[in-house]
C-alpha cells in the first residue's frame, strides 16, 4: 500500500493553457473522487467513479473540466483554457467500496497557480 | 448555502490539555460524520468517524460527540500534544460524497 499518489505537485500555468493532473489510487481502491480545495475552505467535491464509471459530476465542474479513469485505475484531470479562479490544491482519493464510516485515503494533491 | 460549519478558525491549546474543535450542521439527513486532520503539503488524514444514530464514538484520544438535537458535534483530544498540531475538518456524509468544514486550525503549545 504506497497511498494515493498525485503528479505532479505543483503546477504553474499561464491562463489560457490546458493542464492535466495524475491520480493513482491505492490499488485494490474501486472508488476513486476529485476535491477542489482553495484558500481558507474545507475539500469540495468535483467528481466520483466507481472503477471506469464517472457517476456523478459536481456543478463545479465547468466544461473546460474533465476527468477519465480508464480501465478503472488511474485517473486524469483536465482543465482546458485555465482561468485564475482555478488556482487550488486539487484533490483525489480513493476507498474501497464499503461504509462510508469509514473515510477516504487523500493524496498529498496537485496546487495549481494559474498566472 | 454552507450546510457544514465550523465557526472557531484557530485554537491553541496548552500540551497535555483537552482540545476541542466545533462542528455545527444544518442538514439533518446526514448519515455519517468525520474528522479529517491535515498538515501542511499533505492531503487530510482521516481520524475519526460517528454514525448518526449514536452519540459518542471513542479512539484512544479522539473522541467524538454528537448532539443531533442541537445538529452539532464534537472532537476532543486528551491529553493534546504538540504532534497534533494541524487543521483539523468535520465532514458529512449521506452518500459517497463528503461535504467539509472550513476547518479549524490547532495549535498546541509544548
Known amino acids: 500500500d504506497t497511498g494515493v499518489s498525485q503528479n505532479p505537485r505543483h503546477k504553474i500555468t499561464k491562463r489560457g493553457q490546458n493542464v492535466t493532473f495524475r491520480c493513482d489510487p491505492i490499488?485494490?481502491?474501486?472508488?476513486l473522487y476529485w476535491y477542489r480545495q482553495t484558500l481558507g475552505q474545507g475539500p469540495e467535491f468535483l467528481t466520483y467513479?466507481?472503477?471506469?464509471?464517472?457517476?456523478?459530476k459536481s456543478r463545479l465542474l465547468s466544461d473546460r473540466f474533465s476527468a477519465e479513469r480508464p480501465k478503472g485505475s488511474f485517473s486524469t484531470l483536465e482543465i482546458q483554457r485555465t482561468e485564475q479562479g482555478d488556482s487550488a490544491m486539487y484533490l483525489c482519493?480513493?476507498?474501497?467500496?464499503?461504509?462510508?464510516?469509514?473515510?477516504?485515503?487523500f493524496g498529498s494533491g496537485t496546487r495549481l497557480t494559474v498566472v | 448555502d454552507q450546510q457544514v460549519k465550523q465557526n472557531s478558525p484557530s485554537l491553541s491549546v496548552q500540551e497535555g490539555r483537552i482540545s476541542i474543535l466545533n462542528c455545527d450542521y444544518t442538514?439533518?439527513?446526514?448519515?455519517?460524520f468525520l474528522w479529517y486532520k491535515k498538515y501542511p503539503a499533505e492531503g487530510p488524514t482521516f481520524l475519526i468517524s460517528i454514525s448518526s444514530i449514536k452519540d459518542k464514538n471513542e479512539d484512544g484520544r479522539f473522541t467524538v460527540f454528537l448532539n443531533k438535537s442541537a445538529k452539532h458535534l464534537s472532537l476532543h483530544i486528551v491529553p493534546s500534544q504538540p504532534g497534533d498540531s494541524a487543521v483539523y475538518f468535520c465532514?458529512?456524509?449521506?452518500?459517497?460524497?463528503?461535504?467539509f468544514g472550513t476547518g479549524t486550525r490547532l495549535k498546541v503549545l509544548a
Open positions: 490499488s485494490e481502491h474501486n472508488r
Open positions: 482519493a480513493s476507498s474501497l467500496n464499503r461504509g462510508l464510516e469509514y473515510g477516504y485515503t
Open positions: 467513479f466507481q472503477n471506469e464509471a464517472q457517476l456523478e
Open positions: 465532514a458529512a456524509t449521506g452518500t459517497y460524497k463528503y461535504i
Open positions: 442538514n439533518s439527513m446526514f448519515d455519517y
